[in-house]
């Protein structure tokens, strides 16, 4: 129930942020009746609307029900930690990318999260991590002809 | 008008036949994946797509579809399971079987059932959606609009029991969709400077990120290591088992049609109902539960009747009626083709492929169902840390092929955690891509339709298309209405008498 307060607080807050960007769409001369800004004028407002019904809704919902949710939202709660965990392997990936290339980021990335969801700490994971980047490297770049980055670094050192 | 050459030529044509097993194959090995649902294994393949030609893209994804919908019953019946949401019904006696020593019956009866669904699923998609086409020279701009609000109505019926949370879902989406160029004047909305979005944000992105990165998200740091038995061989049903199986996978058929038809529907719902159903007309009730063959039989022939009649909606109107159909519905949008019934104007090509592919598919189902049984159970022996790292690693590599973009990747991330916020606060995600997907139609069929009107709004209601269009969706937002309202009231008095 909390979060469904935090959830209208935030539609609340994202309706009024994109309100505002919306009133610095430029207009045009090839502009219909409606304009550019039209739609996304109506729909911060239908967010904004949602946003204090969704909270309203909370505010009057019966507090049975509010003791009945915790148990599952604090659940829910411990989970997000480790799932922003996982996801920086992806911001590093693309951070590294272009410096690393496709095959070492690949590598890198397979490693990284075999280590961090609990592989055993064995020769497995290079192993693996190595294979894998080489494997995704020969199918999409070589067989399939897909472009993915070579790498400065790589360059540099060929 | 498409000929019987014409269908002779596209099977014959060696890169369909390759496309629509490659298609089956990959399906069957994700859905066979617990926790990667069809949508998420069509999700994964959709940026490879790009580059390919979109009548082959397309048919690849209908039959990843059709494989996924089978694959989710194997560890459905070997580690009680499934692999896919509308595998689920089959737990119940196909994990019975297997108990009893007798699992490689059950992926048998499971395969040819879903063989069965999926061909009477295909008939009824080729006889009920060409009559629909003629439609097409009816459909004006206002015809449009009034479809792309049908297609939103469907947010209603999907909205995990609060309307609230996903219309605000949808909204957000529309709000994506507005990223980019303005369809009618030119002007640059909301790109901050930055030339990468210009475009836009593209769909496929958002499936890619909502529902694959989401669910590899939620899965970090499970613990789950249940293992399979390596030696387990698919054993089809004789004849006679088959004529036993009958009206189980009748009922299954036709309960799939009718669900595969109803926007929010879904192969999950048609599952359950088709195994209820089939347990009341059954000689033999008191099996179902304990190792029932027309337990597993019944919901499998639904679930596959569902993959091939899902694509009637989503083919003649645009309307995605399920994760699956949102996703091959950005797959269409990512190659230029416009859901709905300009497709059978513009691009015969791409529906004959669906066709022809998606009938390879089905029968080549029974030969690569038998093939792949080991590798299926070989990948999901795999420790998932690795497999983790390996599939997160391909969305990655996939995403990148769109456009050579790194900033690509960054929203498709940003997209992920979004995602998973919105799971955590029980947002439906659906709702948000069906806005980002419908978005552009929706507005700027609006508009041109108002340009053509002078502005006057009465153009909606003067053609009657658009009329019978938004009738129906505003029927379909009254009922969830209504069906949430009798919810919550039902749930009140429970809590009141506890």
């Not at chain 2, 992105?205 to 989401?214: R, S």
Request: proline share 5%; hydrophobic share 50%; with cysteine.
């Amino acid at each position: 129930m909390r979060k469904d307060l935090i959830s209208g607080l935030v539609l609340l807050a994202g309706a009024g942020t994109y309100y505002a960007w919306a009133g610095e769409i430029a207009d045009s001369t090839l502009s219909d009746e409606v304009g550019a800004a039209g739609l996304p004028h109506v729909l911060a407002i239908v967010l904004a609307i949602l946003g204090i019904l969704l909270m309203g809704r909370t505010l009057l919902a019966s507090q049975a029900r509010q003791v009945a949710a915790g148990a599952d939202d604090d659940e829910r709660d411990a989970r997000l930690p480790r799932a922003v965990g996982f996801l920086l392997f992806g911001a590093a990936y693309v951070i590294l990318l272009p410096f690393v290339g496709y095959v070492i980021g690949t590598a890198l990335l397979i490693g990284g999260i075999a280590l961090y969801e609990g592989a055993p700490r064995t020769w497995v994971v290079p192993v693996a991590a190595i294979g894998g980047g080489i494997f995704y490297w020969a199918v999409f770049v070589k067989l399939l002809g897909v472009h993915q980055p070579a790498g400065s670094l790589v360059q540099g050192l060929f | 008008m498409t000929t019987i050459m014409d269908i002779i030529r596209l099977l014959t044509e060696t890169p369909l036949i390759f496309v629509s097993i490659a298609g089956l194959t990959w399906g069957i090995l994700g859905g066979a994946l617990p926790g990667i649902s069809a949508s998420i294994t069509m999700a994964l393949v959709l940026p490879f797509t790009y580059t390919m030609d979109p009548a082959q893209a397309i048919a690849l994804l209908a039959c990843v579809y059709i494989g996924a919908e089978y694959g989710g019953s194997i560890p459905a019946i070997l580690i009680r399971t499934p692999g896919t949401n509308s595998s689920a019904a089959t737990v119940i006696d196909g994990y019975e079987l297997n108990r009893q020593g007798r699992a490689g019956e059950a992926l048998g009866i499971s395969l040819m059932s879903g063989v069965i669904g999926s061909l009477f699923g295909l008939a009824m998609l080729i006889m009920l959606t060409e009559p629909l086409s003629w439609l097409a020279l009816a459909f004006t701009p206002a015809s449009y609009f009034g479809l792309g609000i049908l297609g939103l109505s469907v947010i209603a019926s999907m909205s995990g029991g609060s309307l609230i949370k996903g219309l605000a879902a949808a909204t957000v989406g529309l709000m994506i969709a507005t990223v980019g160029t303005d369809p009618i004047s030119g002007v640059t909305r909301f790109t901050f400077d930055i030339p990468d979005l210009l475009g836009g944000v593209e769909p496929v992105l958002v499936m890619v990120g909502l529902f694959a990165l989401t669910e590899l998200m939620s899965q970090s740091g499970s613990t789950n290591t249940t293992q399979l038995n390596q030696k387990i061989k698919i054993k089809l049903p004789s004849l006679a088992v088959m004529n036993r199986l009958k009206r189980s996978q009748f009922i299954g058929c036709v309960l799939g049609l009718f669900e595969g038809l109803t926007p929010g529907g879904g192969g999950s719902i048609a599952a359950f109902m088709s195994y209820n159903e089939a347990k009341r007309w059954s000689k033999t009730p008191h099996l179902f539960g304990k190792g029932s063959e027309e337990g597993v039989a019944a919901p499998e022939a639904a679930n596959n009747t569902v993959a091939s009649t899902a694509l009637i909606p989503l083919l003649s109107f645009g309307i995605p009626s399920s994760n699956s159909t949102a996703v091959l519905l950005g797959g269409l949008l990512m190659h230029g083709l416009i859901p709905g019934p300009r497709l059978f104007e513009q691009s015969a090509q791409v529906i004959d492929s669906i066709y022809v592919g998606s009938f390879i598919a089905i029968i080549a189902q029974i030969g690569v169902g038998i093939i792949i049984l080991p590798a299926c159970i070989w990948l999901v022996n795999r420790p998932r840390p690795y497999r983790a790292g390996f599939i997160f690693a391909l969305i990655l590599s996939g995403i990148f092929t769109l456009n050579n973009s790194l900033f690509d990747l960054g929203i498709a991330l940003a997209l992920g955690l979004v995602g998973f916020l919105m799971r955590i606060a029980g947002f439906p995600v659906l709702p948000m891509i069906l806005g980002v997907v419908l978005g552009h139609m929706v507005e700027s069929s609006y508009r041109r339709s108002l340009v053509l009107s002078g502005g006057d709004h009465m153009i909606f209601l003067q053609d009657p298309i658009a009329v019978a269009l938004l009738s129906i969706a505003l029927i379909f937002v009254v009922f969830s209405l209504s069906r949430e309202v009798r919810d919550a009231r039902k749930t009140r008095i429970e809590e009141a008498r506890s």
